[in-house]
């Protein structure tokens, strides 16, 4: 397997991808420059590619199976409505007003997979600000009663760069 860079897809993605329903509709969430979205597309997934850069998002322009959509997530209401999505992709970014809605964003059996920045983090390097690292067990917490977990890791990485790293994959068939 080749070394895990920046630009290549998640390990964690990459791991738990095969369990979204598949043909199934995939949101991309704060995808930056698009590594996901290629990959999941690659899979067959119809993919919606959705981040505040613009410029980002213009290298996945004609990609097939890739939407884009350029939203402030963090400044403007929620973009999308009542829309449901059968798998959820969220790696690097943390805005934890959008979390309540991500979980709402699933359709039945839908996947999320969520990967990002913990607590302890700031002995290695950005972020170091609080509010973009997650407490630990705090994606345990948004699944309890909504998900139905299937893996979760709070742990340091070595690859890309050393980081503290809090996962998660977790399907929406739970009964709340």
Avoid: K
Wanted: proline fraction near 7%.
């Amino acid at each position: 397997m080749p070394a895990a860079t920046p630009e290549s897809p998640s390990v964690w993605v990459c791991r738990f991808a095969s369990l979204i329903p598949a043909g199934g509709r995939v949101l991309d969430l704060a995808c930056g420059g698009g590594r996901h979205a290629r990959y999941l597309a690659g899979m067959g997934f119809e993919v919606l590619a959705v981040d505040i850069d613009a410029a980002a998002l213009q290298s996945l322009a004609g990609i097939e199976g890739v939407q884009t959509l350029a939203a402030d997530l963090e400044g403007a209401p929620w973009p999308f409505g009542g829309e449901r999505f059968d798998g959820i992709v969220v790696t690097r970014y943390l805005h934890r007003p959008l979390l309540l809605p991500l979980v709402g964003a699933l359709a039945p059996g839908g996947v999320l997979i969520y990967e990002t920045f913990a607590a302890g983090n700031e002995r290695y390097g950005r972020p170091q600000n609080p509010d973009f690292l997650l407490a630990a067990g705090e994606l345990l917490e948004l699944a309890r009663g909504r998900l139905r977990v299937v893996a979760y890791e709070d742990l340091f990485v070595e690859t890309p760069r050393p980081a503290m790293m809090q996962r998660i994959c977790a399907v929406g068939d739970a009964i709340a």
